[in-house]
């Protein structure tokens, strides 16, 4: 089983940049695609960014994000990252990592693909 701990939230002011980490314990997070979802007050958890198992793979992003955010990884270091710029208050959320399910599971925008998420990390965007 592997556990993620996502890490690098904060508070920071419209037109801002964080970066989220996502800590993965085990030997098996490098076969396996990854995610990044948010759920903001009052809404439901939804999709971000996702990527396959290898650095190079292809990467998948909501429209809100796209040219904004962008995910990576590391797996010699067993790390998934979000790199967030021009970050708006509607960005304003609590970030999850999430591993999908299986590895014959591609990177997907479908939350149920994933099983094993992160406590997540909370991110505060200010006008």
């Known amino acids: 089983q592997v556990q993620l701990v996502e890490s690098g939230g904060g508070q920071v002011q419209a037109g801002g940049s964080l970066r989220l980490s996502c800590a993965a314990s085990?030997?098996?997070?490098?076969?396996?695609?990854m995610g990044w979802f948010r759920q903001g007050p009052g809404k439901e958890r939804e999709f971000v960014a996702a990527?396959?198992?290898?650095?190079?793979?292809?990467?998948y992003y909501a429209d809100s994000v796209k040219g904004r955010f962008t995910i990576s990884r590391d797996n010699a270091k067993n790390t998934l990252y979000l790199q967030m710029n021009s970050l708006q208050p509607e960005d304003t959320a609590l970030y999850y990592c999430?591993?999908?399910?299986?590895?014959?599971?591609?990177?997907?925008?479908?939350?149920?693909?994933?099983?094993?998420w992160g406590q997540g990390t909370q991110v505060t965007v200010s006008s």
């Open positions: 990527m396959g198992w290898w650095s190079g793979s292809s990467t």
């Open positions: 999430a591993k999908t399910r299986s590895v014959a599971i591609a990177a997907n925008t479908d939350p149920r693909k994933y099983d094993s």
């Open positions: 085990g030997r098996t997070f490098s076969n396996y695609a």
